[in-house]
């Protein structure tokens, strides 16, 4: 008795339809073994450097009220400025209200999950709540990560010329960069393929965007503010704690310590920024206290007080279907 026409797609489909599950599930224990061995040196070096953040803190709680306020403006204004990008990413207009309430709890979920994962989730949900596939939901994600990094490094090399020298790499050794050349052109090799495509979906997205001018602006112009006041924070942290350093070379030394701890899938960057962010400060001429204060001053105003409220937020808005 021969079989019906669907039972050969079936046994052909089904082992094919668990790849998915399977490969998310081996890319975030691959994420979460990173991020466990990045969060047990960044308790090392809190241990051995006790001292040093103890005195940090010790200054922070005697900084300036006022330039405390204007940093928490300027983090506030964060999440509206992603949004503003976001918005410009997408096609079809996106409910305010629920948008900017999205940005905020992405931000909590980014601090709990690594390497972006959380806030792309909770993106790409909201995305295809509102509508859109989830192919042109990943794309307008992907439109705007571009953004931002076109963004920083725009801003980098600005900052660099205006502050020349300012800009300074800690010695790492020929071996070192070998490795790392050769990982980077061997993942390259790895995923070509999928690579090329979701590159011209991008670009396809990116001209698309340009058609319109009110788009553009909002992605790039949201991209630009987001970027620039999360450097405001920690310019005005450091005014607070009287910090003896330019607020260019500030912001210079954020821009470039965010931008290489992306490279380490951690929680919002949990240990990758602060270490980096910290030695950026003392390579730019901070005291190691001083440099430590600068870095719980930034991660208490945009990590810490605001992570519980986002979780919250995050709750409330799954619940009402909005995720």
């Known amino acids: 008795m021969s079989l019906p026409p669907s039972a050969p797609s079936t046994a052909v489909t089904g082992p094919a339809s668990t790849r998915g599950p399977v490969s998310v599930g081996r890319r975030l224990s691959w994420h979460a073994g990173v991020t466990?061995?990045?969060?047990?040196?960044?308790?090392?070096?809190?241990?051995?450097?006790?001292?040093?953040?103890?005195?940090?803190?010790?200054?922070?709680?005697v900084a300036d009220r006022g330039w405390l306020l204007v940093a928490t403006a300027a983090t506030v204004a964060t999440w509206a400025c992603s949004a503003l990008a976001q918005q410009g990413a997408v096609a079809r207009p996106l409910p305010t209200g629920r948008l900017v309430a999205v940005q905020f709890a992405a931000s909590a979920a980014n601090h709990v999950l690594p390497a972006g994962i959380g806030a792309g989730a909770v993106n790409l949900r909201f995305l295809t709540r509102c509508g859109l596939p989830v192919t042109r939901s990943a794309t307008a994600l992907?439109?705007?990560?571009?953004?931002?990094?076109?963004?920083r490094g725009c801003l980098i090399a600005a900052l660099a010329l205006a502050c020349p020298g300012a800009l300074r790499f800690p010695h790492v050794s020929a071996t070192a960069w070998a490795v790392t050349v050769a990982v980077a052109a061997t993942a390259v090799v790895l995923v070509s393929g999928p690579l090329r495509r979701?590159?011209?979906?991008?670009?396809?997205?990116?001209?698309?965007?340009?058609?319109?001018?009110?788009?553009?602006a909002a992605l790039w112009g949201g991209s630009l503010a987001f970027a620039s006041l999360h450097a405001a924070v920690v310019i005005a942290v450091t005014q607070a704690i009287d910090l003896p350093l330019p607020p260019a070379q500030v912001a210079l030394a954020y821009l470039a310590a965010s931008s290489a701890a992306v490279l380490l899938p951690t929680p919002g960057g949990?240990?990758?920024?602060?270490?980096?962010?910290?030695?950026?400060?003392?390579?730019?001429?901070?005291?190691?206290?001083?440099?430590?204060?600068?870095?719980?001053?930034?991660?208490?105003?945009?990590?810490?007080?605001?992570?519980?409220?986002?979780?919250?937020?995050?709750?409330?808005?799954?619940?009402?279907?909005?995720?």
Do not use: M
Not at 200 to 213: F, G, I, K, S, Y
Not at 294 to 299: I, M, N, P
């Open 270 to 323: 949990f240990g990758s920024l602060d270490a980096a962010l910290a030695l950026a400060l003392t390579l730019a001429g901070a005291p190691g206290s001083a440099a430590a204060s600068a870095v719980l001053g930034y991660r208490l105003l945009t990590v810490w007080l605001p992570l519980l409220p986002g979780l919250l937020a995050l709750g409330v808005l799954v619940r009402r279907r909005v995720l």
């Open 36 to 61: 466990l061995v990045v969060v047990l040196c960044a308790v090392y070096a809190a241990r051995r450097h006790w001292r040093v953040i103890e005195t940090g803190a010790g200054r922070l709680a």
């Open 198 to 216: 979701a590159l011209r979906a991008v670009l396809a997205d990116v001209r698309a965007v340009h058609e319109v001018p009110a788009r553009a």
């Open 142 to 151: 992907a439109v705007k990560a571009t953004a931002g990094t076109v963004v």
